[in-house]
C-alpha cells in the first residue's frame, strides 16, 4: 500500500496573512511542518501543495518536494486532487501545512484504519477530539461531527449536534480535525463532483462525500493540536520550540 502525504499550504490566510512563511525559531512554519512529516517515516513521499511561488521556493530550495498549483481552488481536498492525479498512490494523507507540531501517533491511527480494512469498505478516515465547555460546543467555527456506533460519521455540522432534548442525559460533543486520509478513489470522485446541496449550506466540504455515499471512519484523540491561526498561536509556538531545546 503505497502512502502519500500532501500538505496543502496558500500563502493567503483571512485571519493571519502569510503565516506558514512566518519564521518559528530560525525555519518557516510552513518548512518546520514539512520536515515533521517527514520525520515521522510513516510515507512513501511527502509533498506541499502550493498556490505560492514563496512558499515552493521554502521548500525546494531546502531539498524539499512541492508542487504548484495550477487552477484556483477553494478547498484543500481538490489543491490535493490536481497535485495527486499523476502520481501513483493507495492512500493520501492530508497534513494541515499550519500544524508545525505534527502527531505521528494521529497519522499512524489513520493508517492503520486502512490496513485493518480489508474488504476496502472505508472511503476516508479523520479525526474527531471531546468538546467540553458550552461557548466550544456554540462556536459555529467549530465543526461538530456525530458518528453511528462503529465510529462511521454521519454528519457534520457547525450547529451543536447532538440536540439535547432530554436535558438530564449526558451528551458527548466532539469537535472535527481536519486532518483526513483518503482512498485515492473517493478524493479524485470528490474532485470531478460538483458541490452538493447540504455541502453548500454548511460550508463544509467532507459532507460531499456524506452526500454521495462514501463511508468516513473516526478516529479519537485528546491529544491538542497546535495550529497557527493568529500571531498569538506562532508565539505559543515558539515558546514550545524553546522548552523542548
Same mark, same amino acid.
Given at each position: 500500500? !503505497?502512502?502519500?502525504?500532501? $500538505? ?14 512566518? %519564521? ?5 512554519? =510552513? ?6 512529516? @517527514?520525520?515521522?517515516?510513516?510515507? &512513501? +513521499? ?9 512558499? #515552493?521556493?521554502? $521548500?525546494?530550495? *531546502? ?7 495550477? !487552477?484556483? *481552488?477553494?478547498?484543500?481536498? %481538490?489543491?490535493?486532487?490536481?497535485? =495527486?492525479?499523476? $502520481?501513483?498512490? &493507495?492512500?493520501? $494523507? ?13 497519522? +499512524?491511527?489513520?493508517? +492503520? ?5 480489508? +474488504?476496502?469498505?472505508?472511503? @476516508? ?5 471531546? @468538546? ?14 456525530? /458518528? ?6 454521519? #454528519? ?15 451528551? %458527548? ?18 474532485? *470531478?463532483?460538483?458541490? /452538493?446541496?447540504?455541502?453548500? /449550506? ?6 460531499? #462525500? ?18 497557527? %491561526? ?12 524553546? !522548552?523542548?531545546?
Amino acid at each position: 500500500m !503505497k502512502i502519500i502525504a500532501m $500538505i496543502p499550504a496558500r500563502y493567503e490566510a483571512s485571519r493571519f496573512p502569510g503565516k506558514l512563511m512566518k %519564521d518559528l525559531e530560525g525555519k518557516s512554519v =510552513i518548512r518546520r511542518t514539512y520536515e515533521a512529516t @517527514l520525520k515521522t517515516k510513516l510515507f &512513501d +513521499q511527502v509533498f506541499v501543495v502550493t498556490d505560492s511561488k514563496v512558499i #515552493y521556493k521554502e $521548500i525546494t530550495a *531546502h531539498g524539499g518536494k512541492a508542487i504548484i498549483s495550477k !487552477k484556483e *481552488h477553494e478547498c484543500g481536498s %481538490d489543491r490535493i486532487a490536481e497535485a =495527486i492525479e499523476s $502520481i501513483d498512490a &493507495d492512500i493520501v $494523507i492530508n497534513v494541515q501545512g499550519d500544524e508545525p507540531f505534527t502527531n505521528k501517533e494521529v497519522l +499512524q491511527e489513520l493508517i +492503520q484504519v486502512f490496513e485493518a480494512d480489508f +474488504q476496502k469498505e472505508i472511503d @476516508l478516515a479523520s479525526v474527531k477530539t471531546p @468538546l467540553t465547555t458550552k461557548e466550544e460546543i456554540e462556536n459555529p467555527n467549530n465543526v461538530k461531527v456525530i /458518528t453511528d456506533l462503529n465510529n462511521t460519521a454521519l #454528519y457534520f455540522s457547525r450547529s451543536p449536534i447532538p440536540f439535547p432534548r432530554e436535558k438530564g442525559l449526558k451528551v %458527548d460533543y466532539y469537535k472535527h480535525i481536519g486532518i483526513y486520509a483518503f482512498r485515492k478513489k473517493a478524493l479524485m470522485e470528490f474532485y *470531478h463532483q460538483n458541490q /452538493t446541496p447540504l455541502e453548500a /449550506t454548511e460550508k463544509i466540504e467532507c459532507i460531499r #462525500y456524506l452526500e454521495h455515499g462514501k463511508k468516513i471512519k473516526m478516529i479519537t484523540t485528546t491529544t491538542p493540536n497546535v495550529g497557527i %491561526d493568529t500571531p498569538e498561536d506562532l508565539e505559543k509556538a515558539k515558546q514550545m520550540l524553546n !522548552k523542548k531545546k
